[in-house]
């Protein structure tokens, strides 16, 4: 059997920040991490599942004592915040009625969406629930990728390809992919693109290069472990 280690999984603790980061009694912890679900969900289904489409890739949550901090990774800021902030206040309200906690939400800006694996594999299963064909599209975005700056990018389609009848895997590389090595940046991305001929999986792993110590600066976080960082020689 194969052994299939989540590459995000591998490097929490090591290279990669914790996606929430907070601290409770044994009392509270399952409700603590209910609320974490249901919020993740409330802001999937509000900002991506329907209009505006605000493309968010990523959401962290933080709490204190009082407060509730959600940290929200998004390519379109813009339609997050909407006009004079409208949205954001509106979502914040929304928020603080789900859980009963004063919210504050930060909005971190992804600069490049072609390397960012989870828009990648929304926009592939948006296609293929368009009847694209899967080769060209693949190829299209590992292109895409690289030109971006990716050092490697692999995308695997699995499920009735082309509305075969029999289902299949369909696998595009590019570049390398060093997924056994823990300092490597690798994002991973799996995401279901429900057709009219069935569920079909698609999965991708983006290939950033190294960590170095220049990308700890990227979130702004006062949390202990709160950004991603350089593994230090010994």
């Excluded at 930060?106 to 948006?126: F, G, M």
């Excluded at 029999?166 to 690798?186: C, D, E, H, K, Y």
Aim: aromatic content about 6%; hydrophobic content about 40%; charged content about 25%.
């Amino acid at each position: 059997m194969g052994q299939k280690v989540h590459p995000f999984g591998f490097r929490v603790g090591v290279t990669e920040a914790h996606k929430s980061r907070w601290y409770a009694p044994k009392a509270l912890f399952a409700e603590l991490l209910v609320e974490d679900y249901r919020i993740r969900q409330y802001v999937d289904k509000r900002l991506n599942r329907t209009p505006p489409f605000a493309a968010v890739s990523d959401i962290h949550i933080e709490r204190t004592r009082e407060e509730l901090k959600i940290i929200l990774k998004t390519a379109r800021p813009g339609l997050v915040i909407g006009p004079k902030g409208a949205e954001i206040e509106k979502l914040t309200q929304d928020l603080q009625a789900l859980t009963g906690r004063k919210v504050q939400i930060q909005i971190i800006e992804i600069r490049s969406p072609d390397t960012n694996a989870v828009l990648v594999a929304e926009a592939i299963a948006e296609q293929m629930k368009k009847r694209s064909n899967f080769r060209r599209l693949l190829k299209q975005r590992c292109e895409a990728a690289i030109q971006a700056g990716a050092k490697g990018v692999r995308i695997s389609v699995a499920g009735r390809l082309g509305g075969a009848e029999m289902s299949r895997t369909f696998v595009t590389r590019l570049g390398s992919i060093p997924l056994s090595t823990l300092q490597a940046n690798v994002d991973y991305a799996c995401v279901p693109s429900h057709t009219t001929y069935g569920t079909i999986g698609v999965r991708v792993w983006i290939y950033k290069g190294m960590y170095t110590g220049s990308d700890e600066d990227e979130l702004e976080s006062k949390a202990a472990g709160g950004r991603a960082r350089a593994r230090g020689r010994r």
